[in-house]
């Protein structure tokens, strides 16, 4: 540090005495003319290099070019991969952002307390946000599913559900078939080269009468569990991708 600001001040003291400065063709160097007719080439430092790509191939590719990467290391996270194409400066850098797929963003909606659906909005969501195996067999049974109000003066709870209220009384016609739980799949990653990576959360169903919808909600630890399997995965694949560069687990840049 000190010899790089050593430098940088005898630049500029050169810059003040001299009557001309001639920047080089390609910026790769100045020349500085002095009174008694002198002059003095001096090379920069090449400028700091930052690549972002989106696609896993690029990535790997850039770290493999051995003009561009002469020392490289790689740092992971669920969130992005960074190359530093040298290790002992750490200036040039490759960067590829992990960016999550639409139907895992569905998927992650319903971490934490959940959230409720109308009937025809669950249909949608199963049918557009989050299509998959699951959700075809899930379909008709929605549709099938009938709210109805009554008068009476118990409360019931089973299937995750409840009917609440002393004078009238929630009650859904159809909900036997109505599974308690089912697993929800959806690819992590958009970035193409990981689009296969896939998350697999178990997601309990609670029909809210009294609200006339339905609840999904991820268990415990599903999501983020799938997310960190996600990142290790993108981690070994790394390793399998280039076998003599070193790949960490961390987010040090």
Known sequence: ?????????????????ATERIEMPGGKATQFVYADGSRETVEHDPPVRTTEVFAFSDFVNLVLDEELATKPEVHYTSERLVAALDRTTRDDKVFLRLQKSNRFDALESLDGMGKAFPQRELIDFFRVSLPCDAGDHLLPLIRQLDFQRKSGGRSRVDHQSESMGNEIEEEAQGTSEIPETLTLVAPVFANPGLVDIQISAKVVLTIEFQNQCIRLRAQADAISDGI???????????????????????STF
């Open 1 to 17: 540090m000190l010899a790089e600001l050593m430098k940088k001040l005898e630049q500029m003291a050169k810059a003040t005495a």
């Open 228 to 250: 960190w399997s996600a990142a290790e995965e993108v981690g070994r694949r790394l390793r399998e991708k280039l076998p003599e560069i070193p790949v960490f687990h961390a």
